[in-house]
């Protein structure tokens, strides 16, 4: 088909080209129009934001957030291959990190963070809480004690907590491996009346207990817990379950970038976390 005559006017059997060709641009400049409104729409995602502290461990326990939180190192070993940079390496037998009570004291709101990596599934008892490996724990004694524990039970992960009110615990078991080997990112997101678990960026279900002075209830399978209690003012144990006298059921594997914000992450913040580790400039 010519699309031009000799003299370079366009020849009639063209008109119907030029016209398909006119709405195909037309169409592609609106398509373009509306993604750009869509992305000046779209929320920025700030980590700094509500940022309490920041554990690296690349060499050793500062708190990189500037915010003053530096941690103990008892026993933990920097290591070269963490997810990020370096990492900590836990033996399961004593080493742990332990995080000033300043840091978490009081929040009613709050996001934990942390990478991890390990092939410990050791089962111990449900109902006794802290008798399984220990990623994290802020621990006092007695029901509704405002404590909190992130552990791991049958390689997958768990937690329990004391924050629903003043006279029982929750717990909530999930069926999501985190102790296969490979790096895993966990996440523990406290709204206010409601806790989540977050495993590689998604929420996960699990089965939920109240537990009180009288018996446990079970919730069935859930994807939340209920809360609303701010954490006591105990310090936070990386690696260990802060269970006094003395810290018990150690982690062993590889703990790395650890960070706690006095704020519920998004579940699209969760997600960058996740998808971006050290991520992009505008992601950290």
Not at 57 to 81: L, M, T
Not at 164 to 187: C, K, L
Request: glycine share 10%; proline share 5%; hydrophobic share 45%.
């Amino acid at each position: 088909m010519r699309c031009f005559s000799d003299s370079l006017r366009f020849a009639p059997s063209c008109l119907s080209c030029l016209s398909c060709l006119k709405t195909l641009v037309f169409v592609f400049l609106c398509a373009v129009a509306v993604a750009g409104e869509k992305a000046e729409q779209a929320p920025a995602i700030d980590l700094k934001k509500g940022l309490v502290a920041h554990y690296p461990f690349d060499k050793d326990a500062s708190d990189a957030s500037g915010n003053g939180h530096d941690a103990i190192n008892k026993g933990a070993v920097p290591a070269a291959e963490g997810k990020i940079g370096g990492a900590f390496a836990f033996d399961g037998v004593k080493a742990h990190v332990v995080i000033p009570a300043k840091a978490t004291q009081g929040l009613t709101w709050f996001t934990i963070a942390l990478w991890c990596k390990t092939t410990q599934s050791v089962a111990g008892s449900r109902y006794s809480f802290w008798a399984n490996p220990s990623l994290l724990s802020v621990a006092t004694a007695g029901w509704g004690s405002h404590d909190f524990g992130l552990m791991i039970e049958k390689g997958n992960a768990a937690y329990f907590h004391g924050l629903r009110d003043d006279t029982s615990d929750m717990s909530f078991f999930s069926t999501t491996p985190v102790a296969d080997g490979q790096w895993h990112h966990v996440a523990i997101v406290d709204e206010g009346p409601r806790i989540f678990l977050y495993v590689d960026g998604q929420i996960v279900s699990g089965e939920g207990t109240w537990h009180r002075g009288e018996g446990q209830v079970s919730l069935g399978v859930v994807r939340q817990t209920a809360s609303g209690a701010g954490l006591c003012g105990s310090e936070v144990f990386l690696g260990a379950a802060d269970e006094p006298p003395n810290p018990r059921f150690f982690f062993r594997g590889l703990l790395d970038d650890v960070k706690i914000w006095s704020r519920a992450l998004t579940a699209e913040e969760i997600a960058a976390l996740a998808a971006y580790p050290g991520g992009p400039a505008s992601r950290q």
